[in-house]
């Protein structure tokens, strides 16, 4: 039994330590994007602050706080609904859905803010640790919110 527990947790270890390279990893490549961008490396660090950086230099940092409104508030509306549901759960799924379109929207806005198509978005999408990777590191050059040229949107 001990020798069982011990493997157990070995491989908890090792997972742990494989996911902390990896946020590492992603946290590096995220800086890069960045600076690429004109931000401070620095904002990848923070989890909230780096979402608002990859929205204000994608698109704009105000969609940000309305998706993330859109999705705290269908994640309490529908909490609020309980196991009725109802009128209350049809709006928390609706505000979700809205927030989830403002989410790939931003992906997409981030691509093109590279130079890059509908082809990157959708690897940005379903690839996303390699496809940032590749933006991260590769010869991508920021040319602006939404490509239109340098400079922020607050």
Known sequence: ???????????????ATLCFIWYIIMVIADWKIFTKAGEAGWKSLIPI?????V???????S?????????AGGS??????GE???????VGIILTIVGLLI????????????????GFTLGLLFLNPLFTLILA????????PEGKGAGFNE
């Open 49 to 53: 602050l780096n979402t608002y950086v």
């Open 63 to 71: 969609m940000f706080w309305i998706m993330l409104l859109t999705m």
């Open 84 to 90: 009725n549901g109802g009128a209350l759960s049809i």
């Open 103 to 118: 989410t790939l929207i931003d992906v997409h806005k981030l691509s093109k803010s590279f130079g890059h198509g509908i």
């Open 1 to 15: 039994m001990e020798q069982v527990v011990g493997t157990i947790l070995a491989g908890i270890a090792i997972y």
């Open 137 to 144: 590191f590769g010869s991508s050059k920021y040319i602006g």
């Open 76 to 81: 309490i509306c529908t909490s609020m609904a």
């Open 55 to 61: 929205f204000k230099i994608s698109w704009k940092g």
